[in-house]
């Protein structure tokens, strides 16, 4: 049989298997809504073809016009389009009655759900059909796709992920498809140590562009400019990459850049923060974003699978409360829900639809960060069963992936990484009933005024960036248009910002008017304290002349571990309530400040007291290595950013054939140079004969 009429017929398989479960589902739904009747079997086949006919003639039509609601409702407005086809069908086809005005929408809902259960339980649109026919048709009418036997390596980041968490989800099933490569041998499980700051911005910056220097926390204020500087705003995060690029980019030899931070000085460049306002990408990937929102297929899978994890969420909140686990997070509304959704959900599917194409287009190497583990940890907990549930679903994904390679024009190697962990605990102000910023007010008693920024989550500029990537497009394209028409009162110079991300760029202005003369920021469990009136790093002896008491108060609080701070005599210190850690001399006096907190804490403490834009003081709180618990000066139960605990432990699964240092891997910057000896010897081994 040829391949043009195997595909016809596998088409042909396709839209009868949907028109038979898209029959079925309507007859259930008759049954459970008053308002819907049906006048026989015959009725709800017709309208079942009715509904499948005006599709494909409408559906293109109506979804482009009304894209930009679709995009700002997060795919609910479509919906509402597929409420209006199943009554227009029902007006055309006879013996159907809809009495509700909202049963439409009740039906819609329901013919996804139905949809989504049975195509997957009967892989009638398992994903290698469905891109083979459908996206793959799409990606080669754009794009040339490149043939090569040279592997791509595709690198896999899930955000904040540790090892020792990885290890007990593997064992204990939530990471099937990441635990079969293990146990077939196809991969190997290593983990390396991330630097101070644990966070994501200094990791991207050191695995991506090879250099995270002078990223101390994840916010930080720079004296010699007046600038606070965020990870999580675009403007901050461009400014960043400027500084750190230093000609070794992970993936600056024709790779992509896929919802990252940091574009890895890739040519192409794809919901990646620091390129946003100037993404570097063909018309096939600024088109992609609508692509995603237009296909009904995409839209009904992810809208099931978004409205599940609104469901896991509430159920969650509900379960913590009942059952009083502690620690717990309180603020977690129906608004964070439906963030949540689009986090772990939405912009998952939205990212492995675009890489997949990328995939079929023969892309040689592409590095995507897939953020949900990360974000629900955070308020769940980091090993919590609705946390867990998100990872077994981003492991779900590498399946996906497997089953497209094997359509690609070139093999492809996969690389699954984590950029920091997360170490869990009850917040400061939930143990002490106070902040960090109010505490320093206490000890500094009134001598200057305190400030400190508001805590923009990082879901925001997740969903902020893909919106901010989607209206660079063609000034002229309609889609582009409308959305940019749309988003006007929640742009910014070009920028996207959602939720309280405005509310931030008014406290960065407030700060570079130096109206407050002591600023206090948190970074997870690490804390930094500036004072705006010293114009260079205040010293100990300076600190100790203008608030005396203020660093024995701090390294006294019990839910303190240690603070640095550099003396004019002494060098860089480590001060805990019982002791005093000489970072230059490499000892310590009394009892140890940094015991509990790795062996290479001094090490990275030494590094960062190092960097320009390094705190007067900073402050890293308390960690209990028998409960291994920190506490975040965040209101997260989950934190990274300081040291202590799983968060310095992230984790590297690679190609079993692979390399492998013999030193321990400390510090992202190290782990670059692994990976990018990795992708020169896949080139070095295979003769680099990409060819188009």
């Not at 989800?169 to 079969?180: E, F, L, S, V």
């Not at 002078?214 to 461009?238: H, N």
Request: charged share 20%.
């Amino acid at each position: 049989m040829s391949g043009s009429r195997r595909k016809f017929r596998v088409k042909i398989k396709r839209l009868v298997a949907i028109w038979v479960i898209t029959t079925l589902g309507l007859y259930l739904l008759s049954g459970m809504l008053p308002g819907f009747r049906i006048d026989g079997i015959w009725s709800v086949i017709a309208l079942a073809a009715g509904i499948g006919i005006l599709n494909a003639l409408l559906w293109p039509t109506l979804v482009y016009l009304t894209l930009p609601l679709s995009i700002l409702s997060l795919g609910l407005f479509t919906l509402v389009l597929n409420g209006f086809i199943i009554w227009l069908a029902s007006v055309i086809v006879p013996g159907i009655d809809i009495i509700n005005v909202w049963d439409p929408l009740f039906i819609a809902i329901g013919l996804a759900a139905v949809n989504t259960l049975l195509t997957s339980l009967f892989s009638v649109d398992d994903d290698e059909s469905y891109y083979r026919n459908v996206l793959k048709r799409k990606v080669t009418k754009q794009l040339k796709p490149v043939e090569s036997d040279v592997p791509g390596v595709i690198f896999l980041e899930i955000d904040g992920l540790a090892k020792p968490v990885l290890l007990r989800a593997i064992r204990n099933g939530h990471a099937p498809i990441m635990a079969r490569w293990l146990v077939e041998g196809s991969h190997r499980l290593a983990g390396w140590e991330c630097d101070l700051s644990s966070q994501t911005g200094a990791s991207q910056a050191g695995i991506l562009l090879g250099n995270n220097y002078d990223i101390p926390a994840f916010r930080w204020y720079e004296k010699d400019t007046g600038r606070l500087m965020v990870s999580s705003q675009m403007s901050d995060i461009s400014e960043i990459e400027k500084r750190q690029s230093s000609g070794k980019g992970l993936l600056a030899d024709g790779g992509l850049s896929l919802s990252n931070m940091f574009s890895g000085e890739a040519p192409i460049t794809v919901f990646t923060m620091s390129t946003v306002k100037n993404p570097k990408a063909s018309d096939f990937h600024k088109r992609s974003f609508y692509m995603f929102f237009i296909d009904p297929y995409n839209f009904l899978r992810a809208f099931m699978l978004a409205l599940w994890d609104i469901f896991l969420e509430l159920r969650s909140k509900r379960r913590q409360r009942q059952r009083d686990v502690q620690p717990r997070l309180e603020h977690r509304g129906l608004k964070f829900a439906f963030i949540r959704a689009a986090t772990t959900t939405i912009i998952r599917e939205l990212s492995i639809y675009t890489l997949i194409g990328d995939m079929f287009a023969g892309i040689p190497s592409a590095y995507v960060t897939l953020f949900g583990y990360d974000e629900v940890a955070h308020h769940s907990g980091v090993e919590r069963e609705d946390t867990l549930e998100v990872l077994r679903k981003l492991d779900q994904q590498f399946e996906r992936l497997e089953a497209a390679s094997r359509q690609a024009p070139r093999p492809y190697d996969f690389v699954i990484l984590s950029d920091h962990g997360q170490s869990q605990g009850a917040t400061f102000k939930q143990r002490y009933d106070i902040t960090l910023e109010e505490y320093v007010e206490q000890l500094v008693a009134g001598k200057v005024k305190v400030g400190t920024t508001g805590a923009v989550a990082e879901h925001w500029s997740y969903l902020s960036a893909p919106l901010t990537d989607a209206i660079q497009g063609d000034q002229h394209q309609l889609s582009a248009k409308a959305l940019r028409l749309a988003v006007k009162k929640k742009t910014s110079e070009g920028e996207v910002m959602l939720g309280p991300e405005r509310d931030a760029l008014e406290d960065k202005k407030k700060i570079a008017g130096e109206k407050e003369e002591a600023i206090v920021m948190a970074s997870g469990n690490l804390g930094l304290i500036y004072f705006t009136d010293w114009k260079e790093r205040m010293t100990l002896e300076q600190i100790d002349g203008a608030f005396p008491g203020l660093l024995q108060g701090l390294a006294n609080h019990p839910g303190i571990g240690f603070v640095m701070v550099r003396s004019a005599e002494k060098g860089p210190l480590a001060i805990g309530a019982n002791g005093v850690y000489f970072l230059e001399e490499d000892r310590f006096q009394g009892k140890n400040p940094l015991a509990y907190f790795g062996a290479n804490a001094a090490a990275h403490l030494k590094r960062t007291d190092g960097f320009p834009h390094v705190a007067d003081i900073m402050v890293n709180s308390f960690y209990d290595p028998v409960t291994d618990e920190v506490a975040a000066f965040e209101e997260l139960v989950g934190s990274h950013g300081g040291l202590g605990g799983d968060q310095a432990h992230p984790f590297v699964l690679f190609p079993a054939a692979w390399e492998l240092p013999e030193e321990e891997i400390v510090g992202a910057e190290h782990l670059n140079q692994v990976m990018r000896g990795w992708l020169d010897a896949v080139k070095k081994n295979n003769g680099n004969d990409d060819k188009d």
